[in-house]
C-alpha cells in the first residue's frame, strides 16, 4: 500500500510528531510505501495566488478556478503544487496529521488544501463524491485537540455538559464534517474513521505512550478497516 502522509505541525517534538514518526515506522516495517509532506518544514506557502500558475489564462483578471482549469489543460502548475498533487494521485491512503485550531486544520493545511486540490485536477465537471477524482482511494484524520474528549462528546454519550445534551465544544463528528465531506469524500476518497487523541498537554508520559501504541496497532491493520458514512448531517 502507497500512504500519503500530509503533517501539519510547526513542532517536532510536538506530540503531532511522534503521531507522524509512529506512522512512519509502521507502515514502513509492515511494507508499505510512505512519503511524508511536513508542510512547516518545507515552509509551504498557502497563500493562493498567481504564483500557483506557470501558465496565464487571463492576465488582467484573477479568476483562481478558471486559471486552474487552464492550467490543468496545458500543465501550468507551478512546482509545488504540481509535486503534492502527484503525491495525492500517488497514494492508496492519505493521513492528514494535524492538530485541531478553531475548529477545524491550521492555516497551512487549509492553504495546501486551496493549491493543491485544484478544479480541473481533484475535481469538475461532474468529477465529485462517489463520481470523484480520487475515488478508490482512503483518507484519515488524525488529529489532537486541546479540549477533553468530554468536551467534545456527542449527543447521548455522557457526561453531557452543555444544555443541548452535547459536550461544551459539540459534537466531535459535527466539527469534523466540513473536512471529511466537504474535501476528502467531495473528491471522492473514501474516509476512516477518524484517529483522535483528546488534550495530549494534560496526559502523563505513560498515557502519552499508550496512545502511540494504540495508533501503531491501527495502523499495523489499516489496510482492512472499512470507510465510515459522511452524510450532511
Not at 71 to 92: M, Q
Request: proline share 6%; glycine share 10%; aromatic share 12%.
Amino acid at each position: 500500500m502507497k500512504v500519503f502522509i500530509v503533517h501539519a505541525h510547526h513542532e517536532p517534538k510536538s506530540f503531532n510528531g511522534a503521531l507522524t514518526s509512529t506512522a512512519q515506522r509502521v507502515l514502513t516495517s509492515n511494507g508499505h510505501e510512505v512519503k511524508v509532506s511536513d508542510l512547516y518544514a518545507m515552509k509551504f506557502n498557502p497563500v493562493s495566488d498567481r504564483r500557483n500558475f506557470t501558465s496565464v489564462k487571463n492576465p488582467d483578471y484573477l479568476k483562481q478556478q478558471m486559471e486552474e482549469m487552464y492550467a490543468s489543460e496545458v500543465n501550468g502548475f507551478a512546482p509545488d503544487i504540481k509535486g503534492e498533487i502527484e503525491k495525492v494521485e500517488w497514494c492508496d491512503l492519505m493521513i492528514w496529521q494535524f492538530p485541531l485550531w478553531w475548529f477545524s486544520v491550521p492555516a497551512t493545511l487549509k492553504g495546501w488544501v486551496d493549491r493543491v486540490f485544484a478544479m480541473g485536477l481533484a475535481y469538475g465537471q461532474g468529477r465529485a463524491y462517489e463520481k470523484g477524482v480520487f475515488r478508490g482511494k482512503r483518507a484519515l484524520l488524525s488529529i489532537t485537540t486541546g479540549g477533553s474528549g468530554e468536551a467534545f462528546a456527542e449527543k447521548g454519550n455522557p457526561p453531557q455538559i452543555s444544555p443541548g445534551g452535547h459536550g461544551f465544544h459539540g459534537d466531535i463528528h459535527g466539527i469534523l464534517r466540513p473536512i471529511q465531506r466537504g474535501i476528502l469524500r467531495f473528491t471522492g476518497f473514501d474516509v476512516l474513521r477518524p484517529h483522535i487523541v483528546y488534550g495530549p498537554v494534560r496526559l502523563t508520559d505513560e498515557q502519552r505512550r499508550q496512545h502511540l501504541d494504540a495508533y501503531a496497532i491501527r495502523l499495523r491493520n489499516i489496510a482492512h478497516e472499512s470507510p465510515i458514512e459522511v452524510g450532511l448531517y
